[in-house]
């Protein structure tokens, strides 16, 4: 793979950015910290594979964009290809695949983004782990490699190796070995069990024998008794219906005794009315006599309410007239009662008047001296007017002043506040680093066990497959178990056809196709009774693995947050680098603005303006403090203006007052004239005419109230005479009624004499005919006994007979299982040989044995070319142990040859040894290329070369163009100044507002 064009829309910290790398064969990307190197190669591998080291698809996308995108254009094979890959926030991402033709680039994009991204792999033949293994040198890899252990080598070279695929077969051969281990140990203890099942077989046969000679004998008793519980149960029916009709006939007996008291009581209460009727019809004379009585009180009272009327007609003319007459004399007096009340109000404010009027000469004087004062005071006014401007103007400059002061201040401890922020993030620098490393280690331990925890869904996804087989197999063999079952009940009869062509059957044939339903009936129950046991073998593992699966998804709740606290603890690593700058900066402002407040060295217009408006003041004369004086002055003799207001007021209603005297005594003398005139009015004869109608009318209240009281006591007789009219009316029909209730209590007592005689008849027949009722139980009981012994012999000699049948069956199956154990053994053997060859120790150990040498050549055909044939690396798979018994051990040892003999890896300088890094690395990366079918042609270099002195820059510069020729397209990412001068084709990435931006020097 070879780039040739990059370009970037809002992805990580670039905003737009185009990158071509037409005639770039060694090109060295250079930048501060923080500025966007990595981020132009995370670019890459986000376009081919979607993968960034984001924890989440959103964290590609620029601060405050919605989208992101990355156009990607490379060659592979002589063919060019291009990637549009976008993601928008909260979204799906977006990608397109096309491949460059002479009308231009054409579509290969399949539908979905995993299809297509399938797509790109198939093309590339290269995986994202194998790319940042190969391709793409990474800080910290080699030097990892070379530091670990011997024991710890290999297993790096597996993970590069993705040797892990044998460990999961190996894994599942283990899993089939404790499978077949855990049948084998279930096939045991079946045998077990059989072989103490078969031993009982004759102890059932025996107790069958004796169950069928005690249910003959309970068959006999049955009959017997049977027999005579059929007599007493018929006698115990006679009695019942006997019985029933005795109970009617008590039901009839007292029902008409019922009706007979019934009919009595309603015969004594029409007797009692007949009484009453006789009574009330001999008292006629007397109610007639008080019913007159109460008509002649009715006719006066008529009469009473005729003259009331005009009594109530008289009287309230009376009271109208009155009111006429008296309301005109009410208001006259009213009036000349107000007049005289005002006489006197107005003879008081007079005396009030007469008090104001002697202060006139006082006055006077005090508002002499009141003009003389506001003249001064109008004087110092005018002069304030020209203070005034002036002086605000010195107040507002003085502020301003003030403000300038106050910001220089808040300044100054705002820098203050950043100077210690910046102390403090400084001195957690290393603290971030260690929780770095921890949270990463946290990572990667969280990683592997996702990895383990995807291997046991999956074994669990393969146990509950086998167990859906097995149930499917365990319903078809139930399904035929049962369709022979049927077969065989036909196949019972004497008569019975052949269910398969409907022919009539002889005896052996019949017999002989029995025996094979029976068999195959065994067959099916024992591979029932297996596929159960599996079942429940499989059911427990699932529990197992369920169990598990458990633990690991909690274990793993904690990798989104940690993921999180490790780019949240990384963007505040990388902020930091810029801090001594910006302190430096700090400290700086801090001295010049401390000097300028010293020295009072601010504001210089405002000070300026300020010493102008005050030499303007110093030249007017005025003073505050006479003009309070003034003022003060004016405000004492105010009360003179309000006292001449009050003594010109006072003169007014002087002269008011003669004028209401005069008015209000004229009216005095009116009012008294009217009230002579009101005693001859017309009003006044027309009430005497009224008084003279009411006395002729000789109506009295009193009388006509005691004549409604007589009125109301005579109320009763005329009562009393409605009752008797009513008497009159019913005598004949309540004589009729007494008569016919008479005649049917008659009827009712002949009937009941008739129930008694029947009643009588049936005690005598329940007398004669004993109650069979305590024998009848006591033989039902007996019975029923006899039933429930014969039921449970009968379950028993059931269960006796299957455990018989089942007995024989367990025989065969004896037989099959000893076969199944057998097998099940084998299989152990199988796959605990395959286990072991899929180990570490297995295939494992053979490919890396095999790939050493392979990695040997190639270090040191490197290493060659970096030393001028001066180093040499030499692979020890084995080596001697310790022991006295001296065996050989596993290890990986790397031996370091130069000109003065072999020594170990800690003893070479910085130089020498990173050469040797270098080679292993980028043989090991070439190896990988090797094994994925891919040239590797394209090489990133970010090893990290701050740690690197002028001498170890000039040998890694050695080191990349030694190799330049191997490579289409070399980038070395670094950040130091001198090691960036040393390659003829730059490319600088800038960090600014808006965004990282790229600039190609060559």
Known sequence: MIPKQLTLTNFLSYRQASLNFQGLHVACIAG??????????????????????????????????MEAQVDFVFEHHHQTYRILRSRRR????????????????????????????????????????????????????ADEFMLKRPSERKQILADLLKLDQYDQLADKAKERVRQAKAEAKVLEQTLVDLQAQLSQQQLVAQQQQELTTRLATLDQQQQADQTTLAGLQEQRQRRQRWQQQRTLLLQQVDHGQQVRSRLRQELQELQQRQQAVSRLLAQAEAISQG??????????????????????????????????????????????????????????EGVELAAILQRQDQVMTAMAQLRQAQERL?????????????????????RDLQQAALRLAARLEELSHSEQTLKQHQAQQPQLQQAVLEVTHTLEQLQRRRAYQERVREKGLERRRFMEQLQDRQRACETQLAQLEQ?????????????????????????????????????????????????????????????????????????????????????????????????????QEQTQLRQALEHQNYAADVQTALQAVEQQLAELPYDERDHALARGQVDRLRWAEIKQAEIKQAQQKHRHLQGRRQALEATLAEVEAQLAALAASPQQQHLSQVEQQLAHLDYSPDYHHQLRQQLRAAQDWRLRYQALEQARQQQPQVQQQVDEIERQVQMRSQELSRLQTELTELDQRLQTTPD??????????????????????????????????????????????????????????????????????????????????????ETNQILSRLSANQLHVQFVTQRVGRSRQSKLIDTLDILIADTQGTRPYETYSGGEGFRVNFAIRLALARLLAQRSGVPLQMLIIDEGFGTQDQQGCERLIAAINAIATDFACILVVTHIPHFREAFQTRIDVVKTEAGSRLDLSM
């Open 32 to 65: 501060a910290n923080g500025a966007g190197k990595s981020s132009l190669l995370e670019a890459i591998s986000w376009a081919l594979w979607g993968q960034s080291r984001g924890s989440c698809d959103d964290d590609v996308i620029h601060g405050g964009e």
């Open 291 to 348: 019913y007159g009585q109460w008509s002649q009180l009715q006719a006066e009272e008529a009469r009473l309410s005729q003259v009331w009327e005009a009594y109530q007609r008289l009287h309230a003319q009376r009271e109208q007239l009155q009111q006429q007459v008296t309301q005109p004399r009410d208001q006259l007096l009213r009036r000349q009662q107000q007049a005289q009340q005002q006489l006197q109000g107005l003879e008081q």
């Open 487 to 587: 077969k065989m009940e036909l196949l019972a009869q004497p008569d019975a056809p052949c269910p398969v062509c409907d022919r009539t059957l002889g005896v052996d044939h019949r017999q002989g196709i029995l025996a094979r339903h029976r068999q195959e009936q065994q067959d099916l129950q024992r591979e029932i009774w297996v596929i159960r046991e599996q079942l429940a073998v499989s059911e427990k593992e699932l529990q197992v693995l369920r169990q598990e699966y458990r633990d690991l998804d909690a274990e793993l709740a904690n990798y989104d947050p940690t993921l999180e606290q490790r780019g949240q603890l990384q963007a505040q690593l990388d902020s930091s680098a810029g801090m001594q700058q910006r302190l430096q900066q700090i400290l």
């Open 90 to 141: 909260r979204q799906n991402s977006s990608l397109e695949f096309q491949v460059e033709t002479e009308s231009g680039f054409l579509s290969l994009t399949r539908r979905g983004v995993r299809a297509t991204q399938q797509l790109i792999c198939q093309q590339l033949r290269l995986d994202y782990d194998t790319f940042v293994n190969s391709a793409y040198l990474r800080q910290g890899r």
């Open 378 to 398: 109008h004087q110092l006014d005018q002069r304030q007017l020209q203070v005034l401007p002036l002086l605000q103007q010195c107040q507002a400059l003085q």
């Open 772 to 857: 069979p009722q305590a024998e009848v139980v006591h033989l039902e009981q007996q019975l029923q006994g006899r039933q429930q012994a014969r039921e449970q012999h009968l379950a028993q000699l059931g269960a006796l007979r299957q455990q018989y049948q089942y007995l024989q069956q367990q025989q065969a199956h004896l037989d099959s299982q000893q076969q199944a154990l057998t097998a099940a053994r084998h299989q152990q053997r199988v796959h605990q040989a395959v286990a072991h060859a899929f180990g570490r120790n297995g295939i494992q150990a053979l490919i890396i044995e095999t790939l050493l040498p392979q990695l040997e050549a």
